[in-house]
Every structure is written in C-alpha cells, then in structure tokens.
C-alpha cells in the first residue's frame, strides 16, 4: 500500500505532465496554422502571378484572402481612383443572405458603390499596415448609414471585428480590402495577410501597366487607320487630279492637233494650190524659185501632219495594237533602230488606259533615240494575273538608276502610271542596255473602269 505522502507526489506529478502537454499541443497547431497559412499564401502568389486579362481579379483576390483567413464573415474589394478620390466596390464575399441585407439597406446592389474616404482613412491605408476598424463596419461604411444601423446589422449577422488594408505600392494607392470576422474572432496573424496585401497590390499595378498598355495600343491602332484612311483618301485624290491634269493636257494636245490639220494644214495646202497655179504662169527662172517654195511648202504640211498625228494618234480610235504597230515602224523609219512588237494578248482597254500606254511608249521611245544609242528595242504587251504589263527593252549604254536624277520623260512617264492606278520600275546599268516595266491593274479605279472585260 502507498502512503498518503506518495499519493499527494503522483497527484502532483500528474498534473505537471498535463500542463506542459497541453502546451505542447497548442505550439504545435499555432505551427500547423502558420504552415498552412504559409502554403495558402504561396499559392495565392502563383494565381495572382498567372491571372488571365480575361479573369475578374477582385473577385479572385475576394477568394484568396476568404481561403486565407477562414474565420471572416465578410470580405469587401474596392478600387480607388486618384482622380475622383473615392473608393469603388469590385467585388464582396459573403453569403448571399447578407448581400440581399446588404443590398435592403443601401437601397442598390453594394458591388458599384462608390465611397468617400477622408485623409485620416487614406494615411491609415497606406500606412503598409492591417488597419483595425475601431467602429466596426460603420468606418468601412465611409459614413453610408448610420452608426446604430451598423450596430444592429453587427448583432443580427455575427459581425465580430474589422480591419483594412490599402493596396498600395510605389507611392499609388490602387484600391483596399475590407475583412469583417465572425463574432469573437480576430485575425490572429496580420502578418500573413499584410504579405498577402502586398502580393494583391504588386498585381494590381502590373494589371493597370497592362491594361495602359493595351489601351495604349488600341488608341495608337485606331489613329493608324484613321491616319491610313486619310492617307488613302488624299492618295485618291492625288491620283484623281493627276488624272484630270492628265486629261486636260490631251484635251489640249487634241484641240491643237486639230487646228493644226484644219487650219494651218488647209492654209499649206492652198498654198500649195496657188505655187503650182503660179508656176503654169511663169516657166522661166522665177518658175524654179516656185518649185523650192513648193517643195518647202509639201515638207511644212508634212511636218504639220506628223505633229498633229503625234499630238493626236489617229490610230488609237482603231485600237491600242495597231497604233503601237504602227509607232514602232515609223519609229524604226526614223532612227533606223530595229523594233520588234509584241502581242501577248490582252482585254479590251478604256481610252485613257489606251492613251496611257501609247504615251509611255512613246515617251520611252523617244528617250531611246536621245540617250540610248541602241540598235534594238522589243516592246512586249500582256495581260498577267488580273494586269495589264508593257515593257520596253533596249540594248543600249544604260544608266545608273542610283545616280540618275529623275528626267521630264521618266517623271511624266510615272504620273501617267500613277494616274490610272499602275507603276513604272525602270531597270538598268551602266552598258546593259535598259527596260521600262508598266503595270496597271485590269479592274474598277476609284473613277473609271480601266478594264472592260466582255462577256463572250
């Protein structure tokens, strides 16, 4: 048997044991807690560094902090706006039956609401610190209803304490988090969830550097178009006047061709008329000055007639072939030069496409026999993938296109391009002869047809 003095130590003992067990239990499950805080915090890292543009982030941060701190009731995000100075609420996390009181009260749907802040409140939440509300959810009301409602709304619901925090980082402040508790709880480490703060700010600021960004983008993209349609407009209307210039010049060239076969033309003729008249009245010496005049005279109405034609070819009413044809054999008359044609085969062209090319190669030609010092020249004119393309090759000395200043013939040659929609590339070097490429576009200009396709 044991003595009373030996029951009285096991008592004792016993009750020592208990006390350091009992301990030892609670340091261990504080440490399960801040582990299990640790990982939820790590976790919440990852997400917020890997949220989609496409993804709400204050109703994801909403679900971050509620999984991090288990205890609260409610949890309020906000986003603050320098330029207005109020707080604007994103998202709320609670139970649907206290967002519809929520909702009673404040006569609206709380997510939308804007709030005021005083400076004492903007200091308190970008202090870098979990603020604890002093008056419950009445602070973070902002001053919306009334103490006592508060109050009630505390008792009724098991509102217990409240706290908030700013986002803020780098001198900005990007919005703030509200976390009311259960009734009896607080928020046993503000530690974990200021970190947890610091996390959701950093992301915020990447989130307003990447929507800047992109509003950025969508401001310069719809300038670009805009600044393209411009361009593209006046672009048309340079072509269009060019055009009309163009047109204004035939005119002019048609109206003198004109004049010149009517009037001078007839006069030279008449003359002519009175030479010969002349002659039949005077066979002697005088009668061999007449034949001179005569001759003079037949070489001037030449003259005129070549100038007319030139200013208006005639054989362009037959087509834009035969007055090619024709262009080159009096081209090879004149300059001794061979010239070969040819006809790849091409639809029936408007007058001005006509008369475009007609100029180009008569304004190439005429370079050849001033600077070319060819003995060959091949025009070859086809149609290729929906384009009209005219090129003009000579065998002579060539040129420097780099060192070349721009000449009258090859600017006019590239406005006539220009005017109907085409280009004009010209290639050559310094012994290799030289060819002109024009291609015009076989469909609707912004003012004529340029290729009338027939229907077989």
């Given at each position: 048997?044991?003595?009373?003095?030996?029951?009285?130590?096991?008592?004792?003992?016993?009750?020592?044991?208990?006390?350091?067990?009992?301990?030892?239990?609670k340091t261990e499950s504080r440490y399960r807690q801040y582990a299990d805080d640790l990982a939820t915090?790590?976790?919440?890292?990852?997400?917020?560094?890997?949220?989609?543009?496409?993804?709400?982030?204050?109703?994801?941060?909403?679900?971050?902090?509620?999984?991090?701190?288990?205890?609260?009731?409610?949890?309020?995000?906000?986003?603050?706006?320098?330029?207005?100075?109020?707080?604007?609420?994103?998202?709320?996390?609670?139970?649907?039956?206290?967002?519809?009181?929520?909702?009673?009260?404040?006569?609206?749907?709380?997510?939308?609401?804007?709030?005021?802040?005083?400076?004492?409140?903007?200091?308190?939440?970008?202090?870098g610190a979990l603020q604890k509300a002093p008056r419950g959810i009445y602070d973070l009301a902002g001053?919306?209803?009334?103490?006592?409602?508060?109050?009630?709304?505390?008792?009724?619901?098991?509102?217990?304490?409240?706290?908030?925090?700013?986002?803020?980082?780098?001198?900005?402040?990007?919005?703030?988090?509200?976390?009311?508790?259960?009734?009896?709880?607080?928020?046993?480490?503000?530690?974990?969830?200021?970190?947890?703060?610091?996390?959701?700010?950093?992301?915020?600021?990447?989130?307003?550097?990447?929507?800047?960004?992109?509003?950025?983008?969508?401001?310069?993209?719809?300038?670009?178009?805009?600044?393209?349609?411009?361009?593209?407009?006046?672009?048309?209307?340079?072509?269009?006047?060019?055009?009309?210039?163009?047109?204004?010049?035939?005119?002019?060239?048609?109206?003198?061709?004109?004049?010149?076969?009517?009037?001078?033309?007839?006069?030279?003729?008449?003359?002519?008329?009175?030479?010969?008249?002349?002659?039949?009245?005077?066979?002697?010496?005088?009668?061999?000055?007449?034949?001179?005049?005569?001759?003079?005279?037949?070489?001037?109405?030449?003259?005129?007639?070549?100038?007319?034609?030139?200013?208006?070819?005639?054989?362009?009413?037959?087509?834009?072939?035969?007055?090619?044809?024709?262009?080159?054999?009096?081209?090879?008359?004149k300059s001794g030069i061979n010239a070969a044609f040819n006809d790849g085969g091409i639809p029936p062209?408007?007058?001005?496409?006509?008369?475009?090319?007609?100029?180009?190669?008569?304004?190439?030609?005429?370079?050849?026999?001033?600077?070319?010092?060819?003995?060959?020249?091949?025009?070859?004119?086809?149609?290729?993938?929906?384009?009209?393309?005219?090129?003009?090759?000579?065998?002579?000395?060539?040129?420097?296109?780099?060192?070349?200043?721009?000449?009258?013939?090859?600017?006019?040659?590239?406005?006539?391009?220009?005017?109907?929609?085409?280009?004009?590339?010209?290639?050559?070097?310094?012994?290799?002869?030289?060819?002109?490429?024009?291609?015009?576009?076989?469909?609707?200009?912004?003012?004529?047809?340029?290729?009338?396709?027939?229907?077989?």
């Amino acid at each position: 048997m044991t003595s009373e003095s030996d029951s009285r130590q096991t008592r004792n003992l016993s009750r020592g044991g208990k006390a350091p067990t009992c301990r030892r239990k609670k340091t261990e499950s504080r440490y399960r807690q801040y582990a299990d805080d640790l990982a939820t915090l790590s976790r919440a890292a990852t997400v917020l560094a890997e949220f989609s543009p496409s993804q709400d982030i204050y109703q994801l941060i909403a679900e971050l902090a509620k999984r991090l701190v288990k205890e609260a009731r409610l949890v309020i995000v906000s986003s603050y706006s320098e330029d207005t100075g109020l707080f604007r609420v994103q998202a709320i996390l609670t139970t649907q039956m206290d967002v519809d009181v929520v909702s009673r009260i404040l006569g609206r749907d709380p997510v939308g609401l804007a709030v005021p802040i005083s400076s004492d409140a903007r200091t308190a939440l970008t202090s870098g610190a979990l603020q604890k509300a002093p008056r419950g959810i009445y602070d973070l009301a902002g001053g919306l209803i009334p103490e006592s409602t508060a109050r009630e709304i505390e008792k009724d619901y098991d509102f217990g304490s409240a706290y908030a925090m700013g986002f803020f980082w780098q001198e900005t402040l990007y919005g703030s988090i509200n976390i009311v508790m259960a009734s009896g709880c607080d928020i046993q480490d503000p530690g974990i969830v200021e970190t947890f703060v610091h996390q959701v700010a950093v992301a915020l600021q990447r989130k307003q550097a990447t929507d800047d960004l992109a509003r950025a983008k969508n401001e310069l993209e719809i300038r670009v178009k805009e600044r393209t349609a411009e361009l593209s407009q006046a672009y048309r209307q340079m072509r269009y006047y060019a055009r009309r210039v163009t047109e204004a010049h035939e005119e002019e060239r048609t109206h003198i061709s004109r004049e010149l076969h009517d009037e001078i033309g007839q006069v030279l003729s008449y003359l002519v008329l009175q030479l010969d008249h002349a002659r039949k009245q005077r066979p002697d010496s005088v009668g061999q000055a007449i034949d001179e005049a005569k001759t003079t005279t037949i070489e001037a109405i030449r003259i005129v007639r070549d100038l007319s034609q030139a200013l208006r070819p005639p054989m362009l009413e037959a087509g834009l072939v035969p007055a090619l044809e024709e262009l080159m054999r009096k081209f090879s008359e004149k300059s001794g030069i061979n010239a070969a044609f040819n006809d790849g085969g091409i639809p029936p062209l408007t007058p001005q496409m006509n008369l475009a090319l007609y100029r180009i190669t008569q304004e190439a030609l005429t370079n050849v026999i001033r600077h070319a010092s060819a003995s060959e020249v091949r025009i070859n004119l086809s149609s290729k993938d929906g384009n009209i393309v005219l090129r003009i090759e000579d065998n002579g000395t060539g040129f420097d296109t780099k060192n070349q200043r721009q000449t009258t013939g090859l600017q006019a040659m590239r406005e006539r391009a220009s005017s109907l929609g085409g280009n004009l590339s010209v290639q050559s070097n310094p012994g290799s002869g030289t060819c002109i490429s024009a291609t015009f576009p076989c469909g609707k200009a912004e003012n004529d047809q340029i290729c009338n396709n027939r229907r077989s």
